[in-house]
């Protein structure tokens, strides 16, 4: 674990500058050519096996052979969002923006790469690394990154995916490993409320939709804000 530690610490430099490269040069879900062609390049140069174009936009690169097939993931688009920060690595992608962490998600699983490509002593078995395009939406045919990816064939073989986010309500350093879920995610559901016309001086021999679609969005709401 020291050792393991201090690789890590060794490759910090080189990796928050991968990290402030791609943050400065974000792109949006499905469109992260240059991304991938950065990590594609990283990866061979690492002398690992690269198979870009997965899912569209992604990128899957294996080390080692047979089982247990251990997967890690990564996801590498931006979010439309125009960057307020100076820094000196601020987007300059106009309304295109890192803002959920992706950048450092990718990062990190470069250097988780290039850690266990070194390492002497590594398990047996493969390890994949994906590098999963469009995380945050979904394409005209409403899949995600995730979905197209696997479509391609990704997680053939796999017995267990191991990922990563980053948590700004941590400090740094720490790690958090909860049981069951954690983080937010979003769906998407289609409900029609239909209602029932009224002649203006008689309402109450109707059914008024507006009004009660105020009261589903208030329910709604109260859901989250009310679990109990």
Do not use: W
Not at 55 to 83: C, N, Q, S
Not at 159 to 174: E, M, N
């Amino acid at each position: 674990m020291t050792t393991m530690l201090e690789s890590a610490r060794a490759l910090a430099p080189e990796m928050t500058a991968v990290r402030r490269d791609i943050h400065q040069h974000p792109e949006l879900g499905f469109q992260e050519f240059r991304t991938a062609g950065l990590v594609a390049d990283k990866l061979r140069a690492m002398g690992l096996e690269v198979s870009t174009g997965v899912g569209k936009t992604g990128v899957v690169a294996h080390l080692g052979e047979g089982k247990p097939v251990v997967a890690i993931r990564a996801d590498m688009d931006a979010l439309p969002i125009l960057e307020a920060n100076e820094v000196s690595y601020t987007s300059v992608n106009p309304g295109v923006m890192h803002a959920c962490g992706h950048d450092s998600h990718t990062a990190i699983l470069l250097a988780v790469a290039k850690m266990l490509t070194e390492m002497p002593d590594r398990p047996a078995g493969e390890l994949r690394f994906l590098f999963q395009p469009c995380e945050e939406t979904n394409d005209a045919e409403g899949k995600s990154g995730a979905q197209r990816m696997i479509d391609d064939g990704a997680l053939e073989g796999v017995d267990r995916v191991i990922a990563l986010h980053v948590d700004s309500d941590l400090p740094a350093g720490k790690l958090f490993t909860p049981s069951g879920y954690m983080t937010a995610n979003v769906d998407n559901f289609f409900a029609t409320i239909i209602g029932q016309g009224a002649h203006g001086a008689h309402p109450d021999q109707g059914v008024d939709p507006i009004y009660l679609l105020g009261q589903v969005i208030n329910a709604l709401q109260g859901i989250r804000a009310r679990p109990d």
